[in-house]
């Protein structure tokens, strides 16, 4: 996923200055201090991290002079995970901080969350003095060599004076163009001597040079395609959410009067109650949402990469469609599938320039789509998304997670782990902003929900948030709930508790005669719960819940929203046979989408 914008290892910003562009009165900083008072001109006002002795002269300098608020996580990827909740939440830029070695390894799974995901973090972990690197120092890992392929780009520095402009660069290349992580890595010895401080007033990083605004001609082109299309689809991606394009999105599809779909990535780009929205696409998506694509004409893919779980097998993806792909990243463009119109660009000036456009093609071809129309809302009568309720007498999840949804209302904000609960919570909860709902999309990380849902109620405090999880993901990260109670950030944790991996037992289950090998955790057993999640975090200091019947369920979500002194936790024990419906298998097209269970043909996994 290696972007033209992507600065190069070759290519770093031009940071040493000339002994007669310091000004005289530029304050001398230790690079500690200048780290600090960089995060403070850069708007930073909270951070995330963990001290170790690479990092320890920035610790002592945030102690004495700081003004940032830094939350003291259990484990450095927590730092990084809610650093992005933080940032997707709020769209301003999440900070993690960590020491060198294990501490910045730590970092890894987040950083590679962040850019599969597009979430703009900024990384700073330390390093060994600069004298001891390469000599296998204790603690010493070339973290910049190892995240290089999984950030925008990675900074070492070993000179203090380089340190304003660096910071400078990494925010700004963390949070223009395609947002996404940067690592500044910076060594002890960078860290303690003193340089004077010169803040740049303009920044030079060759090779970077993200295209907002887009080809004119490309985008007429793209406009009169739409309004002479009979069965045009709007496909939306997260590039929607990251650039801020929602509104823009809401007056270009309601004019048009298209049909539109959200991604996992881009639920609540368009709100849910619109009826033109379809709903989400994909391997779980709803069935009109997934058939749209297979009798389009045409694909409007609006910051959206064409992925996998969207795709299915990409031979057999919307064969009838042609392809108008508006991007800012131009490295996604043709990756997957071809595209008669590239349009590359910030989505949010795309969509303004395209309204006008599209306004004089449809004057000239006023579009007609009822007959598309009419076949759409047929397959939305005969395939509604529902459940069917377990018949073991344990709650349905699908029906406690649109319980969650239903009180605590769109304005709250939703961070799910991976799995089934992810799915659900895409598609039983309705969304109507983004920013409401926070995932691991691309890289599918477990432990995401919880150090999100930190990082996010830290952004927005005076909002809710749920932190939907389940058993196994819980147990990844739930060391952070001693970080909420201790820093007072009252996130509601649901655990949707099925007692095993429970996408993986769904596939074993279909693809695998039933072999449940080894997803089988023992959390909500009447006779077993190890651990015992009530238990657990209450001895983090939070309120703690066992929820087994429906007539407890609202009681327990009402209590939670009115507790705002501590997390709370809710162990939620549903049926662990309950299965993510509809389904399009891996490795088949989407026109083989099965609505339920009993519709399932023999599936052999690609």
Not at 506 to 521: I, K, V
Not at 538 to 557: C, F, H, M, W
Not at 592 to 600: F, L
Request: net charge negative; proline share 7%.
């Amino acid at each position: 996923m290696t972007a033209p914008e992507t600065m190069t290892e070759t290519e770093e910003p031009d940071t040493e200055l000339a002994a007669s562009e310091v000004p005289s009165d530029a304050p001398m900083l230790t690079g500690s201090g200048a780290i600090l008072r960089s995060l403070e001109l850069l708007g930073v006002t909270d951070v995330f991290g963990l001290p170790g002795g690479a990092i320890m002269p920035f610790y002592d300098e945030m102690m004495q002079t700081g003004k940032v608020r830094h939350i003291l996580v259990r484990h450095e990827q927590g730092a990084g995970h809610a650093a992005e909740g933080y940032a997707a939440a709020s769209g301003r830029l999440g900070v993690a901080i960590a020491t060198s070695g294990p501490g910045a390894t730590n970092l890894v799974t987040a950083i590679a969350d962040a850019y599969m995901d597009s979430v703009p973090i900024l990384c700073i972990t330390g390093q060994v003095f600069s004298t001891s690197m390469g000599t296998d120092a204790f603690q010493e890992v070339d973290i910049s060599g190892v995240t290089m392929p999984i950030t925008k780009h990675s900074f070492l520095v070993t000179d203090p004076a380089d340190i304003p402009r660096v910071m400078k660069a990494a925010a700004h290349i963390a949070t223009s163009g395609r947002p996404g992580p940067v690592l500044v890595d910076v060594t002890k010895d960078a860290q303690q001597k003193s340089a004077p401080f010169v803040w740049p007033e303009e920044l030079d990083l060759p090779g970077y040079h993200p295209v907002t605004k887009a080809n004119q001609k490309q985008v007429q082109l793209a406009a009169k395609m739409i309004a002479e299309a009979e069965r045009p689809l709007l496909y939306v991606g997260g590039g929607v959410v990251r650039s801020g394009a929602h509104q823009e999105l809401d007056v270009f599809a309601n004019r048009v009067g298209a049909p539109v779909v959200t991604t996992l990535m881009a639920r609540g780009a368009f709100p849910d109650s619109n009826p033109l929205n379809l709903g989400m696409p994909g391997m779980h998506g709803t069935v009109p949402a997934v058939l749209s694509f297979q009798e389009s004409d045409l694909l409007v893919a609006i910051g959206s990469r064409f992925d996998d779980r969207v795709t299915g097998k990409v031979a057999d993806f919307a064969p009838h469609a042609k392809v108008i792909h508006i991007d800012i990243d131009p490295a996604e463009i043709g990756k997957i599938r071809h595209a008669e119109v590239p349009i590359v660009g910030d989505a949010k000036e795309v969509l303004l320039d395209l309204l006008p456009a599209f306004e004089e093609a449809a004057a000239a071809h006023p579009p007609d789509y009822s007959a598309w129309w009419e076949r759409l809302n047929t397959l939305r009568e005969q395939f509604p998304l529902g459940f069917d309720e377990p018949d073991d007498g344990l709650l349905s999840p699908q029906w406690v997670i649109q319980k969650i949804g239903e009180m605590g209302g769109p304005e709250a904000v939703y961070a799910a782990g991976v799995g089934q609960h992810q799915m659900w919570s895409a598609q039983f909860i309705k969304y109507e902003r983004p920013g409401s709902w926070l995932n691991s999309g691309g890289a599918g990380t477990m432990g995401y929900a919880i150090p999100a849902a930190m990082g996010a109620k830290v952004a927005e405090p005076d909002r809710l948030v749920w932190a939907i999880d389940g058993d196994g993901c819980f147990q990844m990260t739930n060391q952070e709930l001693a970080t909420c109670t201790i820093n007072n950030i009252p996130i509601k944790v649901a655990i949707i508790n099925n007692s095993s991996r429970g996408m993986v037992r769904q596939w074993q289950a279909l693809f695998y005669d039933g072999r449940y090998s080894h997803t089988d955790l023992n959390t909500g057993a009447d006779t077993q719960m190890i651990p015992d999640f009530v238990k657990l975090a209450d001895s983090y200091g939070a309120l703690s819940i066992r929820v087994r019947t429906k007539k407890e369920v609202e009681p327990a979500i009402r209590l939670a929203m009115e507790t705002n002194d501590r997390p709370v936790v809710i162990d939620f024990i549903v049926s662990r046979d309950s299965m993510v419906w509809p389904m399009v298998p891996q490795g088949v097209g989407n026109s083989n989408v099965q609505y339920a269970r009993d519709m399932a043909p023999e599936w052999d996994e690609e």
